[in-house]
Structure formats: structure tokens, C-alpha cells
């Protein structure tokens, strides 16, 4: 692999890969692919290093010493979260991840579906099944990952509305500094009283758990654990939220998959949501920083780099996945590098899971013949959410039959 200095002109003029949609992103990536595994590209200014395959985005996420998390995150969203775990290494990180991480393991999460999240995603089908129409970005997508978090916390969400702002404001620091600010300030009053009881009373929620656990004698501090939850709400609910979405794009823009699915969800449920996940990750491209000048494969990166691990560049890599660009359900990959990989993979994986494919198997139980409204093809479409980094539709009108 030849070396390529960052002064060179950029691979791709017109638009910053910080703040912008790419228009046909995945044919972009493709020909970028097709002549380097990596491109230079716009990034807020700069020029960034673009990875595009399979084994340089894995190893990249696994090298922790060249790529710190914590280097990138006081310029997007330390400010609003805190010291959160991506802010972490070394023994630090071990335990707060450790302490952390029992509420989220595969085991634990088994126990919420039948108590919470079956129950939660009939009740939010309830209020528009007669309809017989909905856009279920706006009905279900955005609220049920946000109200699984909230009632897993065991908090006494009153206001559905306000907790989904906070789960969206604290994102947009980068992008609306003053409402992420205000939402981690209102976050944060709202989440202390609550965590003063649950440290006299604990009981079995989440924070509860967050609270009394330890490891080697040690316990999260009050600003640990709110550090903790700031991050929680918005990775939990944004990202899930993003990949119900695309799951359910790629199914309803792909209706004979969706018939498979639908005439034996118990074979075939869990698979559709690992192709979602590969097919359209919700974290598309991932932004860290090279503190510190190195030539890494065969790439000479000078100190203070941007760097962008495209996570759905790696997920359509042909030399992993044959035919990528096709959705198929009956692949069986577990495209587990849509939650990253090494120190820093994400916590909740199987949280994500369960509520992945709860919500699917009761909208496809709830909604008989499910599919697009006529006439909304165009609509429908995956584009960028939060900058160019988590991607997803921003409308999805569908229709099924009633009884």
C-alpha cells in the first residue's frame, strides 16, 4: 500500500464529511474503495484519512494507542456528557466498563423482554394499529428506544416529549451547542433526586444497579454514573432508534424479504436485523482524531489527523461480503462491527439486540401485510441524521391491513 501525503488534493471536492448528507454515499465509497482502501476527504476544515475496508476499520478500532476515543470527544460531545467511558483507558476504563456493564450483559437482557420491551412496543402499536396507516418514524422509531431506556431506569416519564429532546439535543453539541448545554443542565436536575433515592432505596432498575455494583471495591461516584447516563440516553436511544429505522427501509424497499420474514419471523427475525445492521449501519462514519504523527498501514498520517472509520464502507466490503450491496436476509452474517470492536465496543450491544428484534416481531405480529404507502417510494430514503456520522430515514409512511 503506497503512502500518500495529507497536502495532496482531497479525493472528493464539494462536501465536508463533518456536517454534510453525501449524496449517493454508497457509491462513493465504492469508487474510493475501488482505487485505495482508504481516501483523503473534507472534515471540518481539514483533511480527514477515510477508511474504507473491512480489516482497516477493524484494526483501526482495535488499536486504541494510535486512534485514542478520548481524543476526539472534547470536540463533539464531552462538553454536554461528561468523563464518559469513550473518554477512558487503562485501569479507569476497565473498571467504570466493569462496574457498568452487568445491566447490559446478554444474560440480564434476556430478563427485560417479556416485563418491558414486549409490553412497551404493543403499547405504542395500540394507539395507531386501527388506523391502518402510519409513519413510523414519527409513531414507533423514535419513540420506543427512548421509552425502553426510560423505563429500564425505572424513571417516572411524564413528559414523553421532553425525555426524547434530551435523547436528541445531547447529540447536537457540535451542531446546536446551546440546546445540547440546556439538555444536559435540565438532564442532569432531573436525574439527581432520582439517584439520591435509588442510593438509600435501590430496588431492581437500572440505576439502582448502576449504583450498588462494584469491582475490586470499587463503586461509581454520583458523577460517574450521571456521566454514565448522559451517555446512555442519547447512544442507547438515537442509535437503536436509527437502526429500527433502516431495518425497517430496507424491508419495506425490499418487499420480497419482507414476505420471508413475515411468513416465519421466528427463523428469520433476528437474521433480518443483522442484515439491517450490515445493509445500513446507524453509526455510518465514525470520527476519532491521530493525536500524534505515525505511519500506520502503509499511511503517513500527521499529528492531530481527523480520522473516519466508515463502518458502512467496511459493512459492504466485497472481499468480506459477496454481492454486499444486496439485502438478503438469508445471508447469516452477524455484522458485529456495526457496534465497533476493541476497548470501546459499544456497552449495550444486547440490549440494542433484544430491542431490535422485539420491535420488529410486534410490528410484524400487529401489522398484517405491512408495506409502503402508495406512492411514497421516493420518500423514503436513508440520509444523514447527526452530521454525516449517524444516518437514517426521516420519514417512513407505511400500511397494512385491518381487520
Given at each position: 500500500m503506497?503512502?500518500?501525503?495529507?497536502?495532496?488534493?482531497?479525493?472528493?471536492?464539494?462536501?465536508?464529511?463533518?456536517?454534510?448528507?453525501?449524496?449517493a454515499?454508497?457509491?462513493?465509497l465504492?469508487?474510493?474503495?475501488a482505487?485505495?482502501?482508504?481516501?483523503?476527504?473534507?472534515?471540518?476544515g481539514?483533511h480527514?484519512?477515510?477508511?474504507?475496508?473491512?480489516?482497516l476499520?477493524?484494526?483501526?478500532?482495535?488499536?486504541e494507542?494510535?486512534?485514542?476515543?478520548?481524543a476526539?470527544?472534547?470536540?463533539?460531545?464531552?462538553?454536554?456528557?461528561?468523563?464518559?467511558?469513550?473518554?477512558?483507558?487503562?485501569?479507569e476504563?476497565?473498571?467504570?466498563?466493569?462496574?457498568?456493564?452487568?445491566?447490559?450483559?446478554?444474560?440480564?437482557?434476556?430478563?427485560?423482554?417479556?416485563?418491558?420491551?414486549?409490553?412497551?412496543?404493543?403499547?405504542?402499536?395500540d394507539?395507531?394499529?386501527?388506523?391502518?396507516?402510519?409513519?413510523?418514524?414519527?409513531?414507533f422509531?423514535?419513540?420506543?428506544?427512548?421509552?425502553?431506556?426510560?423505563?429500564l431506569?425505572?424513571?417516572?416519564?411524564e413528559?414523553?416529549?421532553?425525555?426524547?429532546?434530551?435523547?436528541?439535543?445531547?447529540?447536537?453539541?457540535?451542531?446546536?451547542?446551546?440546546?445540547?448545554?440546556?439538555?444536559?443542565?435540565?438532564?442532569t436536575?432531573?436525574?439527581?433526586?432520582?439517584?439520591?433515592?435509588?442510593?438509600?432505596?435501590?430496588g431492581?432498575?437500572?440505576?439502582?444497579?448502576l449504583?450498588?455494583?462494584?469491582?475490586?471495591?470499587?463503586?461509581?461516584?454520583?458523577?460517574?454514573?450521571?456521566?454514565f447516563?448522559?451517555?446512555?440516553?442519547?447512544?442507547?436511544a438515537?442509535?437503536?432508534?436509527?437502526?429500527?429505522?433502516?431495518?425497517l427501509?430496507?424491508?419495506l424497499?425490499?418487499?420480497?424479504?419482507?414476505?420471508?420474514?413475515a411468513?416465519?419471523?421466528?427463523?428469520?427475525?433476528?437474521?433480518?436485523?443483522?442484515?439491517?445492521?450490515?445493509?445500513?449501519?446507524?453509526?455510518?462514519?465514525?470520527?476519532?482524531?491521530c493525536?500524534?504523527?505515525?505511519?500506520w498501514?502503509?499511511?503517513?498520517?500527521?499529528a492531530?489527523?481527523?480520522?473516519?472509520?466508515?463502518?458502512?464502507?467496511?459493512?459492504?466490503?466485497?472481499?468480506?461480503?459477496?454481492?454486499?450491496?444486496?439485502?438478503?436476509?438469508?445471508?447469516?452474517?452477524?455484522?458485529m462491527?456495526?457496534?465497533?470492536?476493541?476497548?470501546?465496543?459499544?456497552?449495550g450491544?444486547?440490549?440494542?439486540?433484544?430491542?431490535?428484534?422485539?420491535?420488529?416481531?410486534?410490528?410484524?405480529?400487529?401489522?398484517?401485510?405491512?408495506?409502503?404507502?402508495?406512492?411514497?417510494?421516493?420518500?423514503?430514503?436513508?440520509?444523514?441524521?447527526?452530521?454525516?456520522?449517524?444516518?437514517?430515514?426521516?420519514?417512513?409512511?407505511?400500511?397494512?391491513n385491518?381487520?
Amino acid at each position: 500500500m503506497g503512502t500518500r501525503p495529507l497536502a495532496d488534493a482531497v479525493d472528493v471536492n464539494g462536501v465536508d464529511f463533518a456536517f454534510e448528507d453525501v449524496p449517493a454515499l454508497h457509491e462513493l465509497l465504492a469508487d474510493l474503495r475501488a482505487v485505495r482502501p482508504y481516501a483523503i476527504v473534507p472534515f471540518a476544515g481539514a483533511h480527514a484519512v477515510l477508511l474504507l475496508t473491512h480489516e482497516l476499520v477493524s484494526a483501526a478500532f482495535k488499536d486504541e494507542e494510535t486512534f485514542p476515543a478520548a481524543a476526539i470527544y472534547p470536540l463533539t460531545t464531552g462538553p454536554v456528557l461528561g468523563r464518559t467511558l469513550q473518554c477512558m483507558s487503562g485501569t479507569e476504563h476497565r473498571i467504570n466498563r466493569a462496574v457498568a456493564s452487568p445491566p447490559f450483559r446478554r444474560n440480564r437482557v434476556a430478563r427485560y423482554v417479556e416485563p418491558v420491551l414486549e409490553p412497551l412496543a404493543h403499547e405504542l402499536v395500540d394507539r395507531f394499529a386501527e388506523r391502518g396507516e402510519a409513519d413510523l418514524v414519527a409513531e414507533f422509531t423514535t419513540r420506543y428506544p427512548v421509552l425502553v431506556i426510560s423505563r429500564l431506569l425505572g424513571l417516572p416519564v411524564e413528559d414523553e416529549s421532553t425525555v426524547r429532546r434530551w435523547a436528541h439535543d445531547l447529540f447536537y453539541f457540535p451542531f446546536e451547542p446551546d440546546a445540547a448545554m440546556t439538555a444536559s443542565r435540565e438532564f442532569t436536575e432531573y436525574i439527581g433526586p432520582i439517584l439520591a433515592e435509588r442510593r438509600r432505596r435501590p430496588g431492581d432498575d437500572l440505576v439502582s444497579m448502576l449504583v450498588t455494583e462494584s469491582v475490586d471495591g470499587n463503586r461509581l461516584g454520583d458523577e460517574e454514573v450521571f456521566a454514565f447516563l448522559r451517555l446512555l440516553f442519547p447512544a442507547g436511544a438515537d442509535t437503536t432508534m436509527l437502526a429500527l429505522a433502516n431495518t425497517l427501509t430496507a424491508l419495506l424497499t425490499h418487499p420480497d424479504q419482507l414476505e420471508t420474514v413475515a411468513l416465519a419471523p421466528d427463523e428469520h427475525v433476528t437474521w433480518a436485523v443483522w442484515e439491517g445492521l450490515r445493509w445500513e449501519p446507524p453509526v455510518g462514519l465514525l470520527p476519532r482524531l491521530c493525536p500524534r504523527a505515525t505511519t500506520w498501514n502503509g499511511i503517513d498520517i500527521p499529528a492531530d489527523t481527523p480520522m473516519i472509520f466508515s463502518i458502512n464502507a467496511a459493512l459492504r466490503d466485497p472481499a468480506v461480503y459477496p454481492d454486499p450491496y444486496r439485502f438478503d436476509i438469508t445471508r447469516r452474517e452477524t455484522a458485529m462491527l456495526a457496534f465497533g470492536q476493541g476497548p470501546h465496543t459499544c456497552a449495550g450491544t444486547w440490549l440494542a439486540l433484544a430491542e431490535l428484534t422485539t420491535a420488529l416481531s410486534v410490528l410484524l405480529q400487529r401489522l398484517p401485510n405491512l408495506r409502503l404507502q402508495d406512492g411514497t417510494e421516493e420518500h423514503v430514503r436513508i440520509t444523514s441524521q447527526v452530521g454525516a456520522a449517524l444516518r437514517g430515514p426521516t420519514v417512513l409512511p407505511a400500511r397494512w391491513n385491518t381487520a
